[in-house]
Nanobody
């Protein structure tokens, strides 16, 4: 069992940066590939970024490529999402999740955090 706790969300202006963190408890996150997803009001949950167990492989949604960076520190058992050049369309609840494989499909993720809100004003 893995429990995930996100933090770092908030209200920012367009062009600003935020850094989200995700800290797992229970079984260490190094046993899992990790991902960030987001869900805006009235929309389906969508993949944002993913990272392999070692951190050596990452992938991103086209909408965030070049602006967001996913990283993990297995020694500290933490996952991060650095978000730069934020846009109003990035407004959503952001979730971290753990999966046995690196995938963009939310149905393949076994564990989810409670989410952290990110609001970007124009």
């Amino acid at each position: 069992q893995v429990e995930l706790v996100e933090s770092g969300g908030g209200l920012v202006q367009a062009g600003d940066s935020l850094r989200l963190s995700c800290v797992p408890s229970g079984r260490t996150s190094r046993s899992y590939a990790m991902g960030w997803f987001r869900q805006a009001p009235g929309k389906e949950r969508e993949f944002v970024a993913g990272i392999s167990r070692s951190g050596g492989t990452t992938n991103y949604a086209d909408s965030v490529k070049g602006r967001f960076t996913i990283s993990r520190d297995n020694a500290k058992n933490t996952l991060s999402l650095q978000m730069n050049s934020l846009k109003p369309e990035d407004t959503a609840v952001y979730y971290c999740a753990a999966s046995l494989i690196l995938t963009i499909r939310p149905e393949n993720y076994n564990y989810w955090g409670q989410g952290t809100h990110v609001t970007v004003s124009a």
